[in-house]
């Protein structure tokens, strides 16, 4: 079975500065997703960033990006020039690319980011 | 709005009673999702469905039992309710197989307290 492991339960960031949420993950797929979901106080599940687990490319969108470690089974987000804004739970999830049972987005635990003016 | 709609949003009932949450998408995904967000912020998977076709039932009581009247539609009902089914209980949407997106789309969520 798939797990997703967050290893950091709360981060701390300053206004304007750079921070990195580690996210591993288990699976012998080779096929696969990746997501980072944002969940703010709103409690509204909001998608930041997908991976493909066979583009060796690292997503990104705007001041998120990812860093995809196949290999590693590692896929860290980092987020560029935090704003007040950013400020939320976090969660990696996992998505096999296959149907049927296996179509379920599984997640860690989350890590709860704060931004500090 | 192209979404994924959940009713109602907060939902607070006695021990022992039954209630339903309904949930509806017009973004023409295949697959429909029933998630519980329990108190430690923690999202597991409890149903799907598939073009009305229940796929996955995450060893969930049987006090849960969902419907999907069609594939736009997955409705939760729950009897004899718990202070333990207390939660903030999701609905997703998804394409089924391989697509160039491969994400959920999630409901804003139905926060359920029971006293």
């Known amino acids: 079975a798939q797990t997703v492991t967050q290893s950091q339960p709360e981060m701390s960031v300053q206004e304007a500065e750079t921070v990195t949420l580690s996210c591993t993950y288990d699976?012998?797929?080779?096929?696969?997703?990746l997501f980072w979901y944002k969940q703010p106080p709103s409690r509204q599940m909001i998608l930041v960033i997908r991976q493909e687990a066979y583009k060796q490319q690292n997503a990104t969108e705007n001041r998120f990006s990812v860093n995809f470690q196949k290999a590693a089974k590692s896929f860290s987000l980092k987020i560029s020039d935090s704003q007040l804004g950013d400020a939320a739970m976090y969660f990696c999830?996992?998505?096999?690319?296959?149907?049927?049972?296996?179509?379920?987005?599984?997640f860690g635990t989350g890590t709860l980011l704060a931004v500090q003016p | 709005d192209t979404a994924v709609s959940q009713t109602p949003k907060y939902l607070v009932t006695q021990m022992g009673n039954d209630k339903s949450i309904k949930c509806e998408q017009n973004?023409?995904?295949?697959?429909m999702y029933w998630y519980k967000q329990d108190s430690k912020k923690f999202l597991k998977i409890m149903f799907s469905y598939n073009n009305k076709e229940l796929i996955i039932n995450e060893t969930v009581p049987n006090r849960f039992s969902p419907k999907s009247p069609d594939k736009a539609h997955l409705n939760l009902h729950i009897n004899s309710l718990e202070l333990g089914d207390s939660a903030v209980y999701f609905c997703?949407?998804?394409?089924?197989?391989?697509?160039?997106?491969?994400?959920?789309?999630f409901g804003s969520g139905t926060r359920l307290t029971v006293v």
């Open positions: 999830a996992y998505r096999s690319a296959y149907g049927g049972a296996t179509n379920k987005l599984i």
């Open positions: 997703a949407s998804s394409r089924e197989y391989r697509d160039r997106e491969g994400g959920y789309t």
């Open positions: 699976t012998s797929e080779s096929d696969y997703y």
């Open positions: 973004l023409g995904h295949d697959t």
